[in-house]
């Protein structure tokens, strides 16, 4: 894991407006010579940032970017959070520290080995979405991890909805979705000890603004905050709202188990009511989605029979359109 040096941090909070800085005026504001701007340059196109030079005009990014705050983040909710430049995965960093207490997070500008659901990469680049794990025990292991995710699910969307618009949805089981394309998704991981409390760690990826670059290197149908909006929206910002919804739902799941949410996920739901099809490695079932229940059970109305399905694995398509 990496943090940029202060003088790299002053740069690229220069560049992040995407206009124009000349080698000269950067040097004078870091007291450094133009060549030793040049080389940070380089440091910081290493991250994956397309700085662009013209001669006679100096250096920019394609376009404006928003930067993760971290006092300002930690001023908002709390010191027991670290942002990273550059990690591997944020979930991997959880994994590996100490000590460590429910609601610690880790949040990255980027990662270079992000994990998605079913082994596969969670397309990461510099500055353009974001990526951050949070630390959670719970005292019982009973339904734990379904219960979580979903939990994690309605969250963050109700912390994306209530701050921008409603237009966000869930995909069973917490695939965050607009109009049948991936904005986000969830990867909740349990470790450490078989009896005992349980440790849990909840990695978020959020699209915010797609690079151009990097759209192709994304496998399915997705989408981002920007395009939703039709606005830049401030990361630091969104963090804020996500983390601190995220931890109350924690505390009130600690408290009052899925019950809770259970309303909520179904009014969130992208495919209630909706003919769905459920695959899994084995077998394929056909039928009217009817949301979740108490115990995290997906529920498939087929012939007038309501069957449970269980178990994070299954990926969901619409009836005739594959949606991811
Ligand atoms: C999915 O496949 O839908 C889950 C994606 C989860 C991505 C996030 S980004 C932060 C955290 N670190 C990772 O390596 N993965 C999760």
């Given amino acids: 894991m990496k943090k940029l040096d202060p003088a790299n941090q002053l740069l690229l909070a220069q560049l992040a407006d995407g206009r124009f800085h000349s080698g000269e005026e950067l040097g004078e504001m870091l007291s450094l010579s133009r060549a030793s701007i040049s080389k940070r340059m380089a440091e910081l ?18 376009y404006p970017i928003s930067l993760l705050d971290e006092s300002r983040l930690k001023a908002s909710i709390g010191e027991n959070l670290q942002v990273w430049s550059e ?10 520290a100490a000590s460590l207490t429910s609601g610690d997070v880790v949040l990255a500008e980027c990662q270079t080995a992000g994990r998605g659901r079913r082994g596969q990469t969670w397309v990461s680049p510099f500055g353009a979405h974001l990526y951050f794990s949070l630390f959670w025990q719970l005292d019982s292991r009973h339904a734990a991890l379904q219960g979580l995710s979903l939990v994690t699910g309605v969250a963050v969307a109700k912390a994306i909805n209530d701050w921008l618009g409603d ?49 192709s290197r994304v496998d399915q149908p997705w989408v981002d905050l920007q395009q939703i909006y039709g606005q830049q929206v401030d990361r630091t910002e969104l963090a804020n709202k996500v983390i601190s919804a ?16 259970v309303d909520d996920w179904n009014r969130l739901d992208c495919f209630w009511g909706q003919a769905v099809v459920l695959k899994n490695e084995k077998s394929q079932q056909v039928g009217i989605c009817r949301g979740i229940e108490g115990d995290g059970a997906l529920l498939l109305e ?13 990926s969901m398509r619409s009836h005739d359109n594959a949606l991811g």
């Fill in 45 to 62: 196109r290493r991250l994956g940032l397309d700085v662009f030079s013209v001669k006679g005009k100096g250096y920019r990014l394609p």
């Fill in 167 to 215: 237009a966000v949805r869930l995909k069973w089981p917490n695939d965050l979705y607009h109009n049948g394309r991936k904005l986000g998704g969830i990867l909740v991981e349990m470790v450490g000890q078989a009896n005992g409390p349980v440790n849990i760690i909840i990695g978020v990826g959020l699209n915010v603004a797609m690079p151009p670059e990097s759209a």
């Fill in 302 to 314: 087929a012939g007038g029979q309501v069957t449970r399905i269980y178990g994070g694995e299954l």
């Fill in 246 to 261: 995220l931890r109350e739902a924690l505390a009130l799941f600690a408290d009052r188990g899925l019950a809770a949410f």
């Fill in 87 to 96: 990690v591997g995965s944020t979930n991997d960093l959880l994994k590996d």
